[in-house]
Structures are given as structure tokens and as C-alpha cells.
């Protein structure tokens, strides 16, 4: 069983940035494909990004490129999210996600933390 914690969710302003983490426990961290997902309201959840268990390799869907960036730590269990140059149809309940494999389907998934982007 893996547990996951967002925090770093809050309000900004269009155009700023937040940086959300993601604290994992519960099986070896480095075995996890890690990613994020969102919410927003009235809509499906959506992929956000990923990045592979050794951190070499991310994906982003494509209205977040070139101003996201996923990272992970494995030392300490954690990954991030970095949002610059926010909008306000990023506002969304932001998920962390884990899976040994692949991020399709993720066995596990954190509790969500909130973005709210002001126009």
C-alpha cells in the first residue's frame, strides 16, 4: 500500500506560481512511476504530468508545457509540481498519483489539494 499527501495548493493570481509536493510512503519510492493529475469542476480528472521512477523522463499534456515542471526527490520520498505563469483554467483540485508501471491507471492516489487561479 502506498500513501500519498499534496500540499501547496492555495489562491494566486494569474500569472503567478505555486509549487506543489507530494510526500509518498509505504513501498520504496523509486519503484513508482509518480505524476499528477487535476480536477476541475464539472470536468473529467485529467493528466497533468508524469515522470519515470528514476526521474530521466516526464510528459506533460500539452496546455501545461513550457510552464510546469515535474520533479521528484528520491531520498526523501517526495515529488513536485512547479506551476509558473498560471491561468486562471488552471484552477482545478490538483492530484498526486503513483503506480509501479505506468500512470494509465494508477493504483494509488493522494487526497487532492485545491488551485485556485484569479482572473
Known amino acids: 500500500q502506498v500513501q500519498l499527501v499534496e500540499s501547496g495548493g492555495g489562491l494566486v493570481q494569474a500569472g503567478g506560481s505555486l509549487r506543489l509536493s507530494c510526500a509518498a510512503s509505504?513501498?520504496?519510492?523509486?519503484?513508482?512511476?509518480m505524476g499528477w493529475f487535476r480536477q476541475a469542476p464539472g470536468k473529467e480528472r485529467e493528466f497533468v504530468a508524469v515522470?519515470?521512477?528514476?526521474?530521466?523522463?516526464?510528459y506533460y499534456t500539452h496546455s501545461v508545457k513550457g510552464r510546469f515542471t515535474i520533479s521528484r526527490d528520491n531520498a526523501k520520498n517526495m515529488v513536485y509540481l512547479q506551476m509558473d505563469s498560471l491561468k486562471p483554467e488552471d484552477t482545478a483540485v490538483y492530484y498526486c498519483?503513483?503506480?509501479?508501471?505506468?500512470?494509465?491507471?494508477?493504483?494509488?492516489w493522494g487526497q487532492g489539494t485545491q488551485v485556485t487561479v484569479s482572473s
Open positions: 509505504g513501498r520504496t519510492f523509486s519503484s513508482l512511476a
Open positions: 515522470i519515470t521512477k528514476t526521474g530521466d523522463n516526464t
Open positions: 498519483a503513483a503506480d509501479p508501471v505506468h500512470l494509465v491507471h494508477p493504483d494509488y
